[in-house]
């Protein structure tokens, strides 16, 4: 079955009949939930057991502009949207590309970030679409990576793996040809790897966005007022500055 039926043959089959909390909901109550993933630096990580990284300080300063006190959920990449629809927290800040599917089961805000799906190989491996052809390609499973991947012509075989650093590992050890991941990730990966990755083309690029339960409209509309307000008054521009040494946001 295509991942995107089961997708929905899961969130059909979890969506709770309650309703996802309002903005005046979430406000009365003081505390904002906020899931990521917490495994796919530098954008949501742990350094020992604080969880941090680009898009943890942005969740941070959303909160603090609207008033609120954070309690951050992670869990992995493949359950955030479920966990959403089940209204386990409000709102999912983990670095998901917005497309037509996704919109299907949830509402994204207005992009955080602009980036692109990086193809990765070990020095003298395959760099561009066509090179991929009769190879072995690793991914994280449920991400546009593989959706990408899957439409390249002639590859042998995508591997997913739960997490993006486990697709990593997989090319570096040699079980994979190349690796399908995040642009900006990366490049720091082949940079702390120096001799042995090597950078290929992009294979596509994508919008980033947070993620809030489908018809959850009023919290949709704190959230991009409010990052609107984080672009215009520095504090994007610190954070993103600090992780990537430059501004990502979608030009
Ligand atoms: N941008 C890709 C996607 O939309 C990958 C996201 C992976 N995020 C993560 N926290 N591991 O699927």
Not at 102 to 108: C, E, M, S
Not at 153 to 162: E, F, I, L, N, Q
Not at 165 to 179: E, L, S, V
Request: charged share 20%.
């Amino acid at each position: 079955m295509k991942r995107t039926l089961v997708l929905f043959a899961v969130l059909a089959a979890t969506a709770s009949p309650a309703q996802a909390r309002t903005w005046d909901q979430i406000k009365s109550s003081g505390t904002i939930k906020i899931a990521t993933e917490g495994a796919f630096k530098p954008f949501n990580y742990f350094e020992g057991k604080t969880l941090t990284g680009f898009e943890v300080e942005l969740g941070n300063a959303i909160a603090k502009q609207l008033g609120m006190k954070v309690q951050w959920v992670t869990q992995p990449f493949d359950g955030l949207l479920i966990g959403l629809n089940q209204d386990r927290y409000d709102f999912v800040i983990a670095s998901h590309g917005i497309t037509p599917e996704r919109q299907k089961a949830v509402d994204f805000s207005a992009p955080h970030y602009c980036t692109g799906g990086l193809i990765v190989s070990k020095t003298g491996g395959p760099k561009t679409a066509k090179d991929l052809s009769g190879k072995i390609v690793a991914v994280q499973v449920g991400t546009t990576y593989l959706d990408n991947v899957k439409k390249v012509a002639g590859v042998k075989s995508v591997k997913t793996y739960p997490k993006d650093t486990d697709a990593q590992q997989a090319i570096m050890m040699g079980r994979a040809d190349a690796w399908v991941s995040d642009k900006f990730l990366a490049i720091d990966a082949i940079k702390a790897n120096p001799g042995k990755l090597q950078q290929g083309d992009l294979l596509f690029q994508e919008r980033i966005g947070m993620a809030v339960k489908k018809g959850n409209a009023s919290l949709l509309k704190e959230l991009n007022t409010t990052l609107q307000k984080l672009q215009g008054n520095g504090t994007y521009a610190k954070i993103s500055g600090k992780y990537f040494g430059q501004d990502i946001r979608c030009k």
